[in-house]
C-alpha cells in the first residue's frame, strides 16, 4: 500500500516535472501562426494593444515627469552658454531667411514659367506616443489616434527633427508606427547633391545603413539623406539624416535619433504607393 | 480580520505574477534617451528563475506562459516567441530545482547565469530563423550582463515576496 503510494507520488512529480512541454509545443505552434500573418493573431494584437496602451501611458507618467526635471535643470545650468549659442545661431539664420525668401521667389516664378502642378496638399495631425515596443522583430510606438481622427496606413510619421516612421496598423482610436530605423524598414532615399539613389536600411540599432548603393557613387561622411520619392510611399525630399560613417558599411544618423519623441506629426500625403499591392495582396 | 488577512493572502500569492506582469509593462515605457533603455532589460526572467525554485506552485507554468504571451502583445513579437521563452526558462530551472534549491547564493547566481545564457542562444536562434536576420549583438550582450548584474537586487525582492507567500501558505 505505501510503495504504491509512494509510486503515485513520484509519477505526480515526475509529471509536474514535465508539465511545461505542451506549453512549449503550444508556444512553437503560436509562433509558427504568428509568423504566417494570421488574420487571427493580428486581431488579437491590435484587441490587446487598444487595452494595454493606455496602461502602459500612466505607467510612463512619472518617467515623462523625472525626464522633464531632468531636462529642465540641464537647461538651467547650461543657460550662458546656451542663450550665447543661439544668438550666433539667430545670426546664421538671418542670412538664410533672406536667402530662403529669394528663392521661394524665384521658384514661384519658375513654376509659372513651365506649368507646374504642385502635389495635393498634406493632412496632419499630431498625436501622443502612448507605448513603444522594443523587441528584437521591431521597433515600434502605439500613439493615441486612429481612424476615427483620419490616420491612414503609410500616413508619414514626424518627431521634432525629421521623419520617424511610418504608420502600419491602425485601430478606431490607436495606431502602430514603425521605426524607420528598424528592422522591416526599408527606404528609397537618394544621398548628397549628387542624388545618389540607394536603400536605407534599418537594423534596430539607432542607425541607418545605406544598400544597393551603385558601383562608382561617391558618398561622403555629412551628406545629407532624403527620400526619393520612388515606391510612392513618401514623397520625395523628406530629410531623414545625415551620412555618418563611410567605411565598409556607409552608415548614417537620422535626424530624429535621440530616443521615442513625446508626440508625433502624422502627415498623409494622399500616396499609398507600393503598399497598395501589399493590401491587394491580402 | 479573517477577511483582512485573506486578502493579504491574495495579494501575496499573486505577487510574483504581478511583478512579472509589471516588469512586462514597462519593456512598453516610451523612452526619450535612444542610448540607455533600462526598462527594455528583461529583469522578468529573474523572478521566474526564483520562483521556479522556491514557488514553482504560487508562479506555475500556465502563469509563466501568460506572461509571455502578454510580453509578446506587448513588444510585438511574433506570439509565441517570450512565451517559449519563458517556459523554457522555468522547464530548465524546475529541472535543476533541487540543486538549485539547496546551493549557496553564488551557486544559485551561476545558475542563473547558465540558464539565461541558454535563453539568450535560443532567442538568438529562433529570431534568425523567423525574421531571416541577425540581432543587434552590441545591445544583446548588454541585456545580458545587466541581467545577470541585476541578480542580487532582484532577488532581494523576490526573496521578500518569498518569505511573505511562506507566512500564508
Known amino acids: ?282 | 480580520m479573517t477577511s483582512s488577512v485573506s486578502t493579504h493572502r491574495i495579494f501575496y500569492l499573486l505577487s510574483p505574477f504581478s511583478l512579472c506582469v509589471f516588469l512586462v509593462l514597462l519593456t512598453g515605457i516610451p523612452i526619450r534617451s535612444a542610448s540607455f533603455c533600462l526598462f527594455c532589460i528583461p529583469f522578468v526572467y529573474t523572478v521566474i528563475y526564483y520562483f521556479a525554485i522556491f514557488r514553482p506552485i504560487v508562479l506555475n507554468v500556465g502563469l509563466v506562459f501568460l506572461i509571455g504571451l502578454f510580453s509578446d502583445i506587448l513588444t510585438g513579437s511574433p506570439i509565441g516567441f517570450n512565451s517559449f521563452l519563458m517556459t523554457l526558462l522555468f522547464f530548465m530551472t524546475n529541472l535543476n530545482r533541487r540543486i538549485l534549491g539547496n546551493a549557496s547564493f553564488l551557486g544559485q547566481w551561476v545558475g542563473f547565469g547558465l540558464n539565461v545564457s541558454v535563453i539568450f542562444f535560443v532567442s538568438f536562434i529562433l529570431i534568425a530563423l523567423i525574421s531571416r536576420h541577425g540581432i543587434v549583438v552590441s545591445k544583446t550582450f548588454f541585456d545580458y550582463f545587466f541581467v545577470i548584474l541585476s541578480y542580487p537586487i532582484m532577488a532581494y525582492v523576490c526573496g521578500f515576496l518569498n518569505k511573505r507567500i511562506g507566512e500564508f501558505v
Open chain 1, 1 to 282: 500500500m505505501e510503495n504504491k503510494f509512494f509510486r503515485l507520488k513520484r509519477i505526480k512529480a515526475q509529471l509536474r516535472l514535465l508539465a511545461p512541454i505542451p506549453f512549449l509545443i503550444l508556444s512553437l505552434v503560436l509562433m509558427v501562426l504568428s509568423t504566417s500573418d494570421q488574420e487571427i493573431i493580428r486581431e488579437v494584437r491590435r484587441h490587446s494593444s487598444r487595452f494595454f496602451a493606455p496602461i502602459v501611458f500612466v505607467l510612463s507618467r512619472p518617467m515623462v515627469w523625472g525626464e522633464g526635471i531632468v531636462a529642465d535643470l540641464k537647461n538651467l545650468v547650461m543657460l550662458r552658454s546656451e542663450n550665447k549659442r543661439l544668438l550666433e545661431e539667430n545670426k546664421q539664420l538671418l542670412s538664410w531667411k533672406l536667402l530662403a525668401l529669394k528663392l521661394a521667389d524665384d521658384q514661384k516664378e519658375m513654376a509659372k514659367l513651365v506649368n507646374y502642378i504642385p502635389l495635393p496638399n498634406s493632412k496632419s495631425l499630431t498625436a501622443r506616443v502612448l507605448s513603444e515596443s522594443n523587441s528584437p522583430f521591431q521597433k515600434s510606438v502605439i500613439i493615441g489616434a486612429g481612424r476615427n481622427q483620419g490616420v491612414s496606413k503609410g500616413d508619414a510619421a514626424f518627431g521634432e527633427k525629421g521623419l520617424f516612421g511610418r504608420v502600419v496598423e491602425t485601430d478606431d482610436n490607436i495606431s502602430r508606427v514603425i521605426q524607420i530605423t528598424s528592422y522591416l524598414s526599408r527606404l528609397p532615399v537618394m544621398v548628397g547633391d549628387e542624388r545618389i539613389l540607394c536603400i536605407a536600411t534599418g537594423d534596430n540599432s539607432s542607425f541607418l545603413k545605406l544598400t544597393s548603393i551603385p558601383e562608382g557613387a561617391v558618398i561622403q561622411k555629412g551628406d545629407v539623406v532624403r527620400t526619393s520619392g520612388h515606391a510612392g510611399v513618401y514623397p520625395s525630399g523628406l530629410g531623414i539624416g545625415v551620412v555618418d560613417h563611410v567605411g565598409e558599411e556607409i552608415s548614417l544618423i537620422p535626424f530624429e535619433n535621440e530616443g521615442t519623441p513625446e508626440f508625433l506629426r502624422i502627415v498623409n500625403y494622399g500616396l499609398i504607393g507600393i503598399l497598395q499591392n501589399e493590401e491587394n495582396e491580402k
